[in-house]
């Protein structure tokens, strides 16, 4: 293909990816509001965290109403439509994942060998499963956390949080447990492709945890010790398994380099590799009548033609 085709094929896929994300945009935009294949709504899923935070007199928030309804608090017309879209967005971004999945992996594909398009096959599936298992880690985290943030107030304080504060703070959890789950899938990757050796891993492994540590304070939006350990000791667990995974893979590469010979070679021993041209590949020899004598005329050369 050429650089035009190349193109042409890179906008083709990247408008049906655009189609697919529109389409499940508009099945998160009605979800919000109603139930659909025995799941509850999107909205009450995502509000779920903040109703199990005891109402008052002996909780931290504060019913609206005068009901017992869990509700969260708008402060402008706009703010109810742009809110929905916004979470419809992000729902349909994960909705449409195995759409927009497929036509990339349609596009990267004609350019790998068939071990890679497994290989790819193979990250694309863990990726997915890691930022799944993220986001349910932080779904069941936001609850104590917002318990612990709101509990300072005491009895002083009531809170009832903002729609947009409250799903912005809610889609960030996600985002965040989902790619930094990522990181063993990386470190894998890394391994298999000779940047990051088991040994260098088991030497660097003590500033690696601490890094995962200040990673996890930093990168939590909400600050609160439950949200920072569970993400830390989460990512903690991760980089074992990974530093295990490139521990067996380094054991197996070196073993097999044992076995074709190359660990036992001194430097002054010549390599075991063959050479010598297979008899394809030998130059066919010359017959006496087309050989160059002394009597033929000197060749032209190009330039002196031009």
Same mark, same amino acid.
């Given at each position: ?7 042409? +094929? !890179? ?18 935009? #009605? ?9 509850? %709504?999107?909205?009450?899923? !995502? ?17 609206? $109403? ?15 439509? =742009?809110?929905?879209? @916004?979470?419809? =967005? ?24 068939? @071990?890679?398009? @497994? ?31 709101? /509990?300072?107030?005491? +009895? ?13 703070? #809610? ?8 790619? /930094? ?46 949200? #920072? ?5 989460? !990512? ?16 197996? @590469? ?9 660990? $036992?070679? /001194?430097?002054? +021993?010549? /390599? ?5 041209? +297979? ?9 006496? %009548? ?17």
């Amino acid at each position: 293909m050429t650089l035009i085709e190349h193109l042409y +094929e !890179l906008r083709y896929r990247l408008t049906v990816s655009l189609i697919a994300l529109a389409i499940a945009t508009v099945v998160g935009f #009605m979800w919000f509001e109603h139930a659909a294949l025995g799941l509850p %709504s999107l909205g009450h899923l !995502l509000t779920g965290p903040y109703c199990e935070v005891p109402p008052q007199p002996h909780g931290p928030r504060v019913v609206l $109403g005068g009901s017992d309804e869990c509700r969260l608090l708008g402060t402008a017309p706009f703010d109810a439509f =742009m809110l929905r879209l @916004k979470v419809a =967005m992000a729902a349909g971004a994960v909705l449409s994942c195995p759409f927009w999945l497929y036509q990339l992996w349609s596009f990267i594909t004609p350019g790998l060998y068939a @071990k890679e398009r @497994k290989f790819a096959l193979t990250f694309v599936g863990f990726a997915a499963f890691l930022f799944g298992a993220g986001a349910v880690l932080a779904y069941f985290v936001v609850a104590q956390g917002l318990l612990f943030l709101l /509990s300072f107030g005491g +009895e002083t304080v009531g809170f009832s949080l903002t729609a947009d504060k409250y799903f912005g703070f #809610m889609l960030g959890m996600l985002a965040v447990f989902g790619v /930094s789950f990522e990181l063993p899938l990386l470190v894998v990757m890394l391994n298999r492709v000779g940047v990051l050796t088991y040994e260098r891993l088991r030497n660097w492994r003590r500033g690696l945890i601490f890094a995962l540590f200040v990673f996890a304070a930093v990168a939590t939006p909400g600050q609160d010790p439950f949200s #920072m350990l569970a993400l830390a000791l989460a !990512l903690t667990a991760l980089f074992e398994g990974a530093v295990q995974v490139a521990r067996l893979h380094d054991r197996r @590469k070196a073993r097999q380099r044992l076995e074709e010979g190359w660990d $036992g070679l /001194s430097d002054d +021993e010549p /390599s075991p590799l063959n050479h010598t041209p +297979e008899a394809a590949e030998q130059p066919e020899p010359v017959s006496p %009548s087309t050989a160059p004598t002394a009597t033929d005329p000197p060749r032209q050369r190009f330039d002196d033609v031009t």
